[in-house]
């Protein structure tokens, strides 16, 4: 199913996700740390509240919340993602993001509309990168048919989900789609939006760790629409083109 739903998906059943809900809040909550919270949430721009759990101790209980349990099936990772986000507090959401990073394999094209909701309920960049480069993205390269979402996402009025399909080809490396990265570039060039400017530069930047000359011979041409926070981006790890 390709699917650019718009309506927040129900959660399903999950027998999986219904284990990992009974661990997850006591062992983060036990972790808590109320000072370390306020200044998480200042450096987020109070986007989010938290719980002060700094990340690799975070990491290491989540660890504990998975242990012994079976590999997820595409229901168990939207239940427990879709479950995780309805707590305010932003681990919760690192957690989902984490574990569907580990899962996405697990996932079909029908779990866009989940990560859809995900980029847009209490979107920063902290969440929604991640998911671009390591949900969307895996969805998108296992079943091509996605890029026609991908194309109604760059034009979206909601600069999330715009910026990722800028991002969501961070990991294809040689298998980029460079006509549609470019393009993608070339019409949101002119947002004045910050994230919109970035998210060209990086992922210009990132490809051109595949195809530098590329990535150059695609800046000069659009120097005049790139903003200058995008192109200084893109070259920003490339040598100066040598004069033949």
Known sequence: MLSNARQPPTVPPSALADTL???????Y???????RARAMAAYMKNVACFLGIPTPLRRELSKSVTKDTPKPSEQDCAALALRCWTFPEREYHYFAVDYLRRHVSRCSSGFLPVARHLIVTVPWWDTVDLLAAHTVGPLVAADPRLAAVMDEWIEDEDLWLARTALLHQLRFKSATDTGRLFDYCRRRAGHPEFFLRKAIGWALREYAKTDPDAVRAFVEAERAALSPLSAREALKNLAPARNT
């Open 21 to 27: 809900m009974e661990r997850l809040p006591g062992t």
């Open 29 to 35: 909550e036990a972790a808590a740390d109320p000072v």
